[in-house]
């Protein structure tokens, strides 16, 4: 099987204040770790009621304390909100912190709404419009030192300056970031769980246009996917529930703490709302071991994906924990590790 990796966004439901649900993804990083996962990422997320962390870098600097193998990254840092110097030099100082274990996932996307974009962004600079191109090229220019001759920033030191910035990869939910992916030659991840796009189309797009670089020498392609295990599949509705209700409420502009089951299943659910969720259910699996394996091989299979992520948005921390070792059983991570 592909190696198998977690999204974490340190979920804040109803019972769980934002303190709390960091603290969880500590947990959640050293449950993980222990299990044989490849990678644990961090999403950046700003003003969002159900998402207690905004800033990656921090949390990925604590998650790698608190574990011993484990890759840890941005899933991603949302690169028109900072400025390309900055990110390079908290990533160095991590990669020179957690040598070979760091990885730089890049957005295009403010990771936010509007308003909260624009009290981002407003002192730090002048550019305007999807500037992300700009910034990758400014960010690569940072590593390569290839500026022009005569160019000011000639001049600036990125420390710390022994150590390379770690694997860079770019995220995306479109065939435009397949393609920029491919084009430039640094690894790539879809997600699935919120793209109207193609999975399968552009994890292919990517795999058959790469072209090699001094990022990367051979495609690597990651296929981020939501699900939620239970050891039946009628618990699994149970716990799914939460999420159903989230996102039925997201799709409205209504961004929410993540509901109780209780909370969930007491909703009055008009026929409309309950055909929204069956839709919604086409970027969420749901159900056993078995069940779930039967509804993600295709997908896995057809996209070429590389390595599979996961994101689990669970009410219960204990029953998130666990549905992530259920699924690293069905991968044989265990069976893996022992080899």
Do not use: C
Request: charged share 20%; glycine share 6%; net charge neutral.
């Amino acid at each position: 099987m592909q190696p198998l990796s977690i999204l974490d966004l340190s979920v804040v439901t109803t019972a769980t204040k934002p303190s709390q649900a960091l603290r969880n993804s500590i947990d959640l990083a050293r449950h993980a770790d222990r299990l044989g996962y490849t990678r644990y990422w961090l999403a950046e997320h700003h003003g969002l009621a159900s998402v207690a962390s905004p800033s990656p870098d921090i949390m990925i600097g604590q998650i790698a304390a608190a574990t011993q193998r484990i890759r840890v990254g941005s899933g991603g840092v949302m690169l028109p909100n900072h400025a390309p110097l900055v990110v390079a030099e908290r990533f160095k100082m991590l990669e020179a912190l957690f040598p070979g274990r760091i990885d730089l996932g890049l957005g295009r996307a403010p990771g936010t709404d509007g308003v909260t974009a624009h009290a981002l962004r407003r002192k730090l600079d002048k550019r305007e419009g999807d500037d992300f191109l700009e910034r990758l090229q400014e960010l690569m220019l940072w590593e390569t030192r290839e500026f022009p001759k005569d160019h000011p920033y000639n001049a600036v030191t990125v420390m710390p300056n022994d150590v390379p910035l770690p694997p860079i990869w770019l995220l995306g939910s479109s065939d435009y970031s397949a393609q920029l992916s491919a084009q430039v030659g640094m690894g790539f991840a879809f997600a699935h769980h919120f793209a109207s796009f193609d999975a399968v189309a552009a994890l292919r797009h990517y795999h058959a246009h790469f072209k090699p670089s001094r990022w990367r020498a051979a495609p690597s392609g990651i296929l981020a996917i939501a699900v939620i295990l239970a050891p039946t599949d009628e618990e699994a509705e149970l716990l799914a529930s939460s999420m159903d209700l989230t996102r039925l409420l997201r799709d409205r502009g209504q961004y929410v703490a993540l509901p109780s089951v209780e909370e969930a299943r007491s909703y009055p659910y008009s026929e409309a709302e309950r055909a929204a969720i069956a839709r919604n259910r086409e970027k969420l699996f749901v159900g056993s071991p078995s069940t779930v394996m039967q509804k993600i091989s295709p997908l896995i299979a057809d996209s070429q994906a590389d390595e599979v992520m996961v994101i689990t948005a669970v009410y219960d921390h204990e029953a998130r924990k666990r549905s992530y070792s259920l699924l690293a059983d069905a991968f044989g991570l265990g069976k893996q590790a022992a080899a």
